[in-house]
């Protein structure tokens, strides 16, 4: 049997989007001419809203049911809006039907979502589950060690340990941390060493279980007073 619906989760930032967007470029280089559409859920919502207003919904539906991959992305978004769930499954049920392949991309499982029709719940379980975690300090480790040699960053030892053992954050916000931990060091005109990651890491361990955003803010910050 042929499983046409994948289901990715995971925290925000560790790769879901680029793991979908590559399904879409792997199917239109088997097949140019496959008709694919990428949105998010609140895109997908918005649209069944204007249709439901304009009194288009036929229309609505014969646009979004002429596909041969649907990816639908932060599918969370719709948690607690039943009309638009309803839509949706009716949507889901006819594309696979029609041999289409679905791609849900969300921050939660399939059984972590609240007040979501159990119909669609079952859908989301069909097929592949795949969940992405944030990296472990392996990874977290080849990362970094990526970043410095393909921006070329000079750093010492010490710190790239300091930063694999640190910064359990998720690709997308470590390579954000190192960016500005670089910039730091250009302006500094030093390499990148353990007293521009003392502040960097203090930050981190005070902030990073409730707020990575803000230690962000502070790198950016620190920055500006240099």
């Known amino acids: 049997e042929v499983v046409r619906t994948a289901f990715i989760h995971g925290p ?14 792997l199917l239109l280089a088997r097949l140019p001419k496959a008709r694919v559409q990428q949105m998010t859920a609140s895109e ?7 249709a439901s207003v304009n009194k288009t919904i036929p229309l609505f539906q014969s646009l979004t049911r002429q596909l041969d991959l649907l990816v639908l992305e932060d599918i969370h978004a719709l948690e607690g809006r039943p009309e638009t ?11 696979l039907a029609t041999e289409c392949r679905v791609i849900w991309t969300s921050h939660k499982s399939p ?3 609240t007040n979501f029709l159990p119909r669609l719940i079952n859908r989301f379980r069909g097929g592949v589950l795949a969940a992405m975690r944030l990296p472990g300090p ?11 040699k393909m921006r070329s960053v000079s750093a010492t030892p010490t710190a790239l340990r300091l930063l694999t053992s640190e910064l359990a954050v998720s690709p997308r916000e470590l390579f ?3 960016r500005r ?4 060091a250009r302006h500094d005109r030093a390499v990148l060493h353990r007293p521009h990651l003392r502040y960097s890491v203090d930050c981190g361990g005070r902030v990073c ?3 990575v955003g803000a230690w962000r803010g502070g790198l950016v910050q620190r920055a500006g007073r240099s």
């Open 12 to 25: 925000s930032g560790v790769g879901k989007t680029e793991l979908a967007t590559q399904a879409v470029h």
């Open 44 to 50: 997908f919502a918005a649209e069944f809203a204007e």
């Open 85 to 95: 769930q309803s839509q949706l499954l009716s949507l889901i049920n006819e594309l």
């Open 111 to 113: 059984g972590e979502l």
């Open 138 to 148: 392996e990874s977290r480790s080849k990362l970094i060690e990526h970043y410095v």
């Open 176 to 178: 954000a941390a190192l």
């Open 181 to 184: 931990l670089a910039a730091l």
């Open 209 to 211: 279980v409730g707020h």
